[in-house]
């Protein structure tokens, strides 16, 4: 399998012409679709398992794993590998080797072992301690969900090349398939052995970490081995750490970034996972209730995270890579900044797109989404009330995505460090609107303070942009905005969909189609108007997005 682009012997090049970033332009788009297909993949089958185990399984059980143990799984993940992700991947003025970057890497899952083993202590024995039919195999969990996300990290080294390389349908497959495996060893378990309660998700969470880890080095082991043309390295030991030709271990450049970027995870996790760490530190919810609200966050939350985190991942990667971090936009040049304020431009309207049908429609049809995936269990009570702010969330998410992926890849270090305290000041702030919200709307609280993180946010990443565009004449902010007659449809759809969602009775099979079928007429209606009324928008999605996905690969010259 040949990656989707060439590179050199150095990371960061200075050409900038036409075809270059025409042909980054397609990578990243390609790169997106199948990050948006795997994304998919394992949504539809949490979505699936979760229906199946609801059924073999007890509510505090689904807490300990999907939020206590998970929670420990991720943010052990985050604060140790997404560091390093975005400082081996961003362009810098200096040249950087391969290896300096395999060597920064490789300090990824050193990070994660001292991250895991203080979690670890204080998720054992600072804790609420679970029901006591839990208590010994919560231990066992413990170390089993630390030990996966280091493993995990090994294999960050030939991530970050691959990633520079462009070898991104292998990386969506090889996590797909580490998933399947995942998921079919959990539900197996859990159907034929129930009394093993935790360990059953301990096996397959390890199962995971084993297959991906050893899967990257298998791969890229044989791709030295083989000697791939235009595969920097001619031997697998080439991906551990040892001494570059520049003579220093680590690139000080590197470190420094990283650095940067590790104070600014710490703060950006606490925000990402807020309302999960503040049930879990101060005990708001029992372990009953924290798995039903992480099943409706869950559907919540579906949409963006298997189509928004892909496209503001690989929109990340298409920004590092075309503009020069720490410099204005006045002094880039002119056609990698045509470029980027096209791409911002369109994908920000694009997504604020999809954010606004998912919150005009989810409004009328969350009731009746639960009702098919839960029973009454979910669709009655709190369930669709959780799940309509959630669209509103999900809009929110929409926006701020596009617009940080930009602001984190144009911020020099300096900026990032100062934006450290600022992400101080919006954790303070989403902490104190989770107690007070929580106080006065329950669970919902966690959402409407997740809102109000995200409003902070993309204030921010919006004025960082400003900036960054002063004096050049571009104005991409305000080139995506919606238009207001597809506002005014939006708006007319909404009304005709909460009339149809009073009328008809969800319960009931022929009501419950009824009120399917307005739905799907407002919704071609929708999309026709946007159609129409947003043609270069439209225009981009197809030329940069669709094509590029169904298109065959460039052949390497």
């Given amino acids: 399998m040949a990656p989707d682009s060439n590179d050199h012997n150095h990371l960061h090049s200075t050409d900038t012409n036409d075809s270059k970033h025409k042909d980054l332009m397609t ?121 996966s996300a280091i493993l995990e990290m090994c294999s ?21 398939v580490a998933l399947i495996i995942k998921c079919l060893m959990s539900i197996s378990l859990v159907v034929v052995y129930p009394q093993l309660g935790i360990l059953a998700f301990c096996c397959a969470q390890i199962s995971f970490a084993l297959v991906y880890t050893g899967g990257c080095y298998i791969y890229f082991g044989y791709l030295a081995t083989a000697k791939v043309e235009n595969f920097p390295f001619t031997s697998p030991f080439m991906f551990i750490p040892q001494r570059p030709s520049s003579g220093v271990f680590i690139n000080r450049h590197l470190a420094g970034l990283t650095w940067s970027f590790l104070k600014q995870s710490f703060l950006k996790q606490l925000l990402t996972e807020g309302e999960k760490y503040v049930m879990t530190i101060f005990n708001i919810l029992s372990f009953a209730d924290q798995g039903v609200f992480d099943i409706i966050s869950n559907l919540g939350s579906l949409v963006a995270r298997f189509l928004f985190a892909p496209i503001e991942e690989s929109s990340y990667l298409l920004f590092s890579q075309s503009i020069t971090r720490g410099t204005p936009g006045s002094t880039q040049p002119k056609d990698s900044l045509h470029v980027m304020t096209e791409a911002l431009s369109h994908m920000t309207k694009l997504l604020t797109l999809i954010g606004l049908t998912i919150l005009v429609f989810g409004y009328s049809y969350s009731p009746l989404l639960l009702h098919i995936y839960g029973g009454q269990l979910l669709s009655t009570g709190i369930g669709p009330y959780l799940l309509r702010w959630y669209c ?50 329950g669970s919902a609280g966690f959402i409407m303070a997740n809102c109000c993180n995200l409003v ?66 407002c919704l071609l209606s929708v999309l026709l108007c946007i159609y129409f009324w947003e043609p270069q928008s439209i225009s981009f999605l197809i030329h940069k997005f669709i094509r590029p996905m169904f298109a065959k690969k460039a052949k390497t010259t």
């Fill in 456 to 521: 902070c946010r993309t204030v921010h990443s919006v004025h960082v942009i400003g900036m960054f565009y002063k004096d050049t004449g571009e104005t991409p902010i305000r080139s995506s905005l919606v238009g207001v007659k597809v506002i005014l449809v939006y708006a007319v759809i909404l009304a005709i969909t909460s009339t149809s969602q009073a009328w008809f009775d969800i319960t009931e099979t022929v009501s419950a189609l009824l009120h399917i079928a307005v739905g799907v007429a």
């Fill in 27 to 147: 990578s990243v788009a390609r790169a997106a679709s199948y990050n948006i297909i795997l994304q998919l993949m394992f949504r539809v089958l949490t979505f699936v398992i979760n229906a199946i185990l609801l059924r073999y399984i007890t509510k505090d059980l689904l807490g300990i794993v999907n939020v206590r143990l998970t929670l420990l799984y991720s943010t052990i993940l985050f604060v140790g590998r997404e560091p390093f992700r975005k400082a081996c991947l961003t362009k810098t003025p200096e040249r950087i080797s391969y290896q300096e970057v395999v060597n920064i890497a490789w300090c990824s899952p050193i990070v994660g072992a001292a991250v895991s083993c203080v979690l670890s202590y204080i998720w054992v024995y600072h804790l609420e301690s679970p029901p006591p039919e839990y208590v010994d195999s919560y231990k066992v969990g413990v170390v089993c969900f630390s030990l």
């Fill in 156 to 176: 960050e080294p030939v991530y970050v090349i691959g990633q520079k390389l462009l070898y991104v349908r292998f990386r969506a497959i090889l996590e797909g």
């Fill in 392 to 441: 509103v969330y999900v809009l929110l998410m929409a926006v701020n995505g596009i617009t940080e992926a930009f602001s984190f890849a144009t911020m020099s270090q300096v900026a990032l460090d100062r934006y450290n305290y600022v992400m101080l000041v919006f954790t303070g702030i989403f902490l104190g609107a989770s107690l007070l919200f929580t106080t006065y709307f």
